[in-house]
Every structure is written in structure tokens, then in C-alpha cells.
């Protein structure tokens, strides 16, 4: 049985960073490309980064390009997204996810395979 388990969300002010993570069970990491998305209230599920599968390319929304890393240890089973100079806009909740198919865990063509429940970030002072 897969299983993605975010931590690390938590309350922060704004300016502030937080390092979210993902551990990976029940799949062969590197067989996966990953990536976080997240969902503020009454919005639509929003794409955040991705990361191929050996971690040697990165992608990121454009609204978050330069305050976020995504980064990956196959050997761990572990994704890491660091957020840094974090807005109230940034308020939400970040899963991550992992598919077979780049395209994908990019946010494109359909729902990635396997998501995690979710880690809550709050922004706010």
C-alpha cells in the first residue's frame, strides 16, 4: 500500500520559512516522479513543484518561482519542499503527490496517483 506522509506545516509569520517533508512508503522512489500541490479554502487545488525522477530538474509555479525548493533522497524515500519568505497568500494546505508521469505531478493532463493527506501552512501574524 502506498503511503505519502507530509509534515512539517505549521503557523509562521509572515516573511518566515517552513521545510515541509514527505516520506514515501510502499513504492520504489525513484520510479516516481514527485511534487507538491495545495488547496487554500475555497479555492482550487493549486500546483507547486515538481521533481524528476533522479531530482536533477525542478519545476515551480510561477507565483512561487525564487521562494520555494523542491528537492528529493531516493535512498531516504524522503521529498523535502522548503518555502521561504512565505505570504499570507501562501495559507493552505500542501500535499504531495507522486506519478509515474512528469507531465503530471507538473499539473497537467490528470490527478497525479498518489497523494498524501496533506500538511496545514498558516501564514499569518
Known amino acids: 500500500q502506498v503511503q505519502l506522509a507530509e509534515s512539517g506545516g505549521g503557523l509562521v509569520q509572515p516573511g518566515g520559512s517552513l521545510r515541509l517533508s514527505c516520506a514515501a512508503s510502499?513504492?520504489?522512489?525513484?520510479?516516481?516522479?514527485m511534487g507538491w500541490f495545495r488547496q487554500a479554502p475555497g479555492k482550487e487545488r493549486e500546483f507547486v513543484a515538481a521533481i524528476t525522477l533522479s531530482g536533477r530538474t525542478t519545476y515551480y509555479a510561477d507565483s512561487l518561482k525564487g521562494r520555494v525548493t523542491i528537492s528529493r533522497d531516493n535512498a531516504k524515500n524522503t521529498v523535502l519542499l522548503l518555502l521561504n519568505t512565505l505570504k499570507s497568500d501562501d495559507t493552505a494546505i500542501y500535499h504531495c503527490?507522486?506519478?509515474?508521469?512528469?507531465?503530471?505531478?507538473?499539473?497537467?493532463?490528470?490527478?497525479?496517483?498518489?497523494w498524501g493527506q496533506g500538511t496545514q501552512v498558516t501564514v499569518s501574524s
Open positions: 503527490v507522486a506519478d509515474v508521469l512528469l507531465d503530471v505531478v507538473r499539473g497537467l493532463r490528470r490527478t497525479p496517483a498518489y
Open positions: 510502499g513504492l520504489t522512489l525513484n520510479r516516481y516522479n
